[in-house]
């Protein structure tokens, strides 16, 4: 079988030395951390969390590549399952690339980079899919879903608007476009509803696609190596949004951000327009006194940065400064935060056990600072959550941060 | 026994999402943080307790199958086994007390990250003896069985010099604990007790022994400041460097005081005044912070050398000992530690030249040497930056010769990862010391199932 993705990458597969840092912790838990400057999480990686073996961690996924590259291992099923573990939360790469980050601070030299792991594996997975050995059953179902029907419930196109509030118009072309995505398009409907709301509110004239926005396709296809898949749904949705004359797309889940932001223009270059995300906009408009946030909210938040918008879009401010401009909220931090982020567990497509053991860890982690309402900036993250409160019997609310802030402003 | 036949009877014990025999897995653990070639073991365990790893014990015992225990990983070779049962000691991860108030002292099971555990006590407001700068992830069980060395130890010693205790299951699966705890009525707060002190069995036993299920040791309170200095010497000068160690020492100064060459700092692009560093860090009240900086800068102008301010060591002290993500600058690449080459401090002139010759014979230029330092006494620690896997033959190559020339120096003495085994850990020994080795060995071990490297022929009646 020919790696020729894995093969173009295989300098980060042979410069993982196996230290383990990508799922115990650091070297020297003295070490100044130049972008976190409290401890550092115990629980890095949630496929590990799960399955205690090595096999599944950051060092385990480069290993395993490795053992192809050299003929040690060959391509069962056993091992595309163990590829497609990996929710690509990005944890071992930052837990790898600490040391540059310090070396760069104290000597302003920029000489190294943590292992790039997630490209590894997304390397992997594109020539699994090649070879006809990937994608899992699981990844295929929702694939098929997003070919058939752009969006990956196989839910009809037309119910794209559905969550739109009651009499409320929303034009197709606009300088600002919120791009809705699929979760709160078709499941977490109260997401696009609260952020269309604040948007109203604010005097803010946007617009969407509507039916016309298809799935990003990044979790799902670019992750799981469907790359001309992915590339389909991409070359769409970037003529809609030009035709549609934004200059600026906003997205509310961290995963539809990261792959317009960063992922889409690998495939056409420069996009034309920017890419921002719902809690950054949100800043803003708190900034230039569009929005007030009012009414009191006597609650303990907590806020979980999805790994997207944090570790990647390293958007983890924003956030903060919106959620503690709210009054009467006591605001707390989790162990393992910002670039340091613990994974919820659900991408790219839900991992039964995997997202359940991460999602429910993740709560006891607020509950363990206190917190009575876990606040993020997810679809996926709030989609995991939910699942885990539930199981848990736990009380605690999870909210999207449109929400909070729509209950803020008394929408 | 076979492996087929061996499963079923592990996952009785440990449950079976805890066993695994999958090609997959097995090619994981068939490598650790070295160069070394891997080596395939036939089956991965996870135990999760200690009375599990009893009944593993019992079982490979019964059966003759060898046995090799994993912690974090980092010490090369001592962790992968060609055959047998991989113990994967990481699920064995709880603290289970830390006696703040009384006798300051804590516990945690084997598989304790050192990290998990330095995080606990530092919110406390205390230390370990020991910073593991070596690797990252050591556990504290490995840390037993390797010594354990690393940052402040010239203030602490050995992290095992402070092991108050430990709990062990032998390869017979009996369950002992050593010090007062070995008595009915105590707490492990204590090493010595009136009999002999059956913990100094298992320190350094790298895995022969026993497997190390719980570690007791001392804790220490957390210094109100912490301060660097770092002092050059040039080649020609390795009297002035030597003579200021000990001046350094006889004043009683640092908390971790090691010996580098500026191979680490050349690596990182930086222009480094001097070829060999002394680097320290200096802890306690802020005022005796300063005064020993001081004293340090009096014995660098008396000695020939410079002082080099705080910030060299603080980034050798911080950045340093993950070389291994270095190399990653220039595309793949890895790293080798020929660790642990206990020597005195005179010795040190010599391990360095020879190091360094051999290293440049086989192109491997790429390298420096740490090496830490208690009272005089060193322990040092090339590390070696090549390509993988171009250069992985040279690097195997230069080792050994390494291996061969440090082993050659009077008062050095081999440590863990070397190249044969037998021979690097059978020839230096005097034949009583052998002896009695062998004897101890084979009274815990006779079937020779655990790590049976490290002691050669012990099991054998030859």
């Known amino acids: 079988m020919a790696y020729t993705n894995l093969e173009k990458i295989k300098s980060e597969v042979y410069g993982c030395s196996i230290c383990g840092q990508c799922v115990q912790g650091p070297v020297d838990p003295f070490r100044p951390n130049v972008v976190f400057h409290d401890y550092l999480p115990n629980k890095t990686c949630p496929m590990r969390e799960k399955d205690r073996f090595l096999t599944y961690s950051g060092a385990g996924m480069n290993t395993i590549a490795r053992g192809v590259l050299e003929g040690d291992l060959e391509i069962t099923d056993e091992l595309v399952e163990a590829i497609y573990e990996c929710t690509l939360c990005g944890h071992c790469e930052t837990s790898c690339g600490e040391v540059f980050n310090l070396i760069k601070t104290m000597v302003g030299k920029d000489i190294g980079h943590g292992v790039k792991t997630p490209d590894v594996i997304r390397a992997f997975r594109a020539d699994l899919v090649k070879a006809g050995a990937g994608p899992t059953d699981k990844v295929k179902k929702v694939a098929a879903a997003i070919e058939k029907g752009h969006n990956r419930f196989a839910r009809p196109q037309t119910e794209r608007t559905a969550w739109i509030p009651e009499g409320m118009e929303i034009p197709r072309k606009g300088k600002l476009l919120f791009y809705v995505g699929c979760m709160a398009a078709y499941r977490n409907s109260e997401n696009a509803q609260s952020f269309a709301k604040i948007l109203q509110k604010a005097g803010v004239e946007f617009a969407i696609l509507g039916d016309d926005e298809w799935c990003c396709g990044g979790p799902q296809l670019l992750n799981a190596g469907l790359i001309e898949q992915f590339e389909t749904q991409v070359k769409h949705n970037v003529e809609a949004i030009r035709a549609s004359g934004a200059t600026e797309v906003v997205a509310t889940c961290a995963d539809c951000y990261r792959t317009l932001k960063i992922d889409y223009p690998k495939v056409v270059g420069d996009l034309g327009f920017t890419v921002l995300h719902s809690s950054e906009l949100l800043a803003r408009l708190l900034d230039e006194k569009k929005i007030t946030l009012t009414k009191e909210i006597n609650e303990t938040v907590t806020f979980q940065d999805p790994c997207q918008l944090s570790r990647v879009g390293k958007v983890f401010d924003e956030p903060r400064k919106v959620i503690e401009s709210i009054p009467g909220i006591n605001f707390v931090e989790m162990e393992g935060n910002k670039e340091y982020t613990v994974c919820c567990g659900h991408y790219p497509v839900e991992l039964p056990e995997t997202t359940l053991k991460a999602g429910t860890d993740r709560i006891k982690d607020a509950q363990a600072v206190g917190a009575t309402t876990m606040v993020t900036a997810c679809s996926f993250c709030k989609w995991s959550f939910n699942n885990s409160t539930k199981k848990l019997g736990a009380e605690t609310k999870v909210k999207d941060i449109t929400e909070l802030v729509a209950e803020a402003m008394g929408l | ?462």
């Open chain 2, 1 to 462: 026994m076979n492996i087929k036949e061996l499963k079923p009877l592990l996952e009785e014990i440990v449950g079976a999402e805890n066993v695994t025999d999958d090609p997959i897995s097995l090619i994981v653990y068939s490598r650790d943080y070295s160069s070394l070639p891997a080596q395939k073991a036939n089956i991965v365990v996870l135990p999760g307790s200690t009375q599990e790893v009893s009944e593993i014990m019992r079982l490979a015992n019964r059966t003759d199958t060898p046995v090799t225990v994993r912690g974090g990983a980092t010490t090369a070779a001592l962790c992968t086994s060609k055959e047998g049962i991989i113990l994967d000691l990481n699920r064995m991860n709880k603290i289970i007390r830390v006696d703040e108030d009384a006798c300051l002292y804590m516990t945690a099971q084997g598989g304790t990250s050192i990290y998990q555990i330095t995080k606990e006590l530092d919110k406390r407001g205390f230390i370990l003896a020991g910073r593991p700068m070596f690797g990252p992830v050591a556990s504290i069980g490995a840390w037993v069985n390797t010594v354990g060395i690393g940052g402040n130890c010239a203030r602490y010693g050995y992290f095992s010099e402070n092991v108050t205790g430990i709990e062990v299951v032998l390869p017979s699966g009996e369950i002992v604990r050593t010090g007062v705890n070995g008595l009915q009525n105590c707490d492990p707060y204590c090493r010595y007790t009136h009999t002999s002190d059956l913990t100094g069995i298992f320190v350094g036993s790298r895995g022969s022994m026993g497997v190390v299920t719980e570690v007791s040791c001392r804790i220490h309170p957390k210094p109100e400041s912490v301060n660097f200095i770092t002092l050059g010497y040039n080649h020609d000068n390795f009297d002035g460097l030597l003579k200021a160690t000990n001046l350094i020492f006889r004043a009683d100064i640092p908390d971790t005081i090691d010996i580098n060459d500026d191979g680490v700092g050349k690596m990182m692009g930086l222009e480094i005044p001097t070829p060999h560093l002394i680097t320290m860090t200096v802890a306690g009240h802020p005022d005796e912070v300063a005064r020993k900086i001081k004293l340090c800068q009096k014995i660098a102008v008396e000695t020939g050398g410079l002082d080099l301010g705080p910030d060299i060591g603080a980034l050798i002290y911080y950045g340093g000992a993950l070389t291994a993500y270095i190399y990653k600058k220039d595309g793949y690449g890895h790293l080798v530690f020929i660790d642990s080459y206990w020597h005195s401090l005179e010795a040190y002139p010599h391990l360095y030249k020879s190091f360094k010759e051999i290293l440049n014979k086989y192109g491997l230029t790429e390298n420096g040497i740490f090496g830490w330092f208690m009272k005089g006494v060193g322990c040092s620690f090339p590390v070696v930056a090549y390509k993988e896997p171009d250069q992985r033959e040279a690097m195997n190559q230069a080792w050994k010769e390494i291996c061969d020339a440090w082993f050659s120096v009077r008062n050095s003495a081999p440590g863990m990862s070397v190249t044969s085994t037998t021979e690097y850990n059978l020839d230096p020994l005097k034949p009583t010391h052998y002896w009695l080795l062998r004897n101890i060995k084979d009274a815990v071990d006779p079937k020779n199932i655990m790590n049976s490297k490290v002691i050669p022929y012990a099991g054998r009646t030859k």
